[in-house]
């Protein structure tokens, strides 16, 4: 079946830093998502993406569509101590047959130094 | 905002136990899932449903089956619990279609198979 590689599978990083995430996939994909899971609690959704090349913001965040389709990137500026979480991209493709099914990545756990 | 609950946080059961994971959203979404996540393998689909008494397999359904009666509440059921069922399951629900999909996850359940 379809599968996401997403890297890097860990970031430890310091406060104020930038962070770049990215997800690719052998297929093309119609839609992106990126959800971040926060400790102890189910993931939430942060950005959805639908067209090839989107770039799309969210206060410090930014999330850009791949040209090809079969990729996606996450970035976090000026990162704070509540940016801790795990970040998993997600695609879907529109098909009767596929309909509300997501394909996750294996996630992203990033680590903030306060 | 939309909530999706799940009835426990952690469970601790026996291998062979017959095993009842409870999810129950309150915006009248059609679609539910379940997913195990794991460290490493991010989100697997085990199974979903579109409507009442209706069910799909997901990626991993062995070892689990399902249950829709009511349009809010969907049960994951491990028939026989086994170690390697060890995991994380997330709930999820949502109205999308057509490549429009977007989650609303609960809690997670902590399932220890001992």
């Known amino acids: 079946g379809q599968q996401l590689n997403q890297s890097p599978q860990s970031m430890f990083i310091q406060e104020g830093e930038d962070v770049s995430m990215n997800c690719t996939s052998s297929?093309?994909?119609?839609?992106w998502l990126w959800y971040k899971q926060d400790p102890g609690e189910g993931p939430v959704l942060l950005i959805a993406l639908y067209k090839a090349g989107e770039l799309t913001s969210n206060g410090r965040l930014t999330a850009q569509f791949g040209i090809t389709r079969k990729d996606s990137f996450l970035n976090i500026s000026a990162s704070i101590p509540s940016d801790v979480g795990i970040y998993f991209c997600a695609g879907q493709t529109w098909s009767s047959s596929n309909t509300g099914k997501l394909i996750f990545g294996q996630g992203t756990t990033l680590q903030v130094k306060p | 905002d939309v909530k999706v609950t799940q009835s426990s946080r952690y469970l601790v059961k026996r291998t062979g136990e017959k095993v009842f994971l409870e999810c129950v959203q309150d915006?009248?979404?059609?679609?539910m899932f379940w997913y195990r996540q794991d460290p490493g393998l991010g989100l697997r689909l085990i199974y979903f449903?579109?409507?009442?008494?209706?069910?799909e397999k997901g990626d991993i359904p062995e070892g689990y089956s399902v249950s829709r009666e009511k349009k809010e509440r969907f049960s994951l059921i491990l028939e026989s619990a086994s170690t390697n069922q060890t995991s994380m399951y997330l709930c999820a629900s949502g109205t999308g279609g057509g490549g429009d999909e977007k989650l609303f996850f609960g809690s997670g359940t902590q399932l220890s198979v001992l």
């Open positions: 449903s579109y409507d009442v008494k209706m069910k």
């Open positions: 297929s093309i994909f119609n839609t």
């Open positions: 915006m009248d979404h059609e679609n």
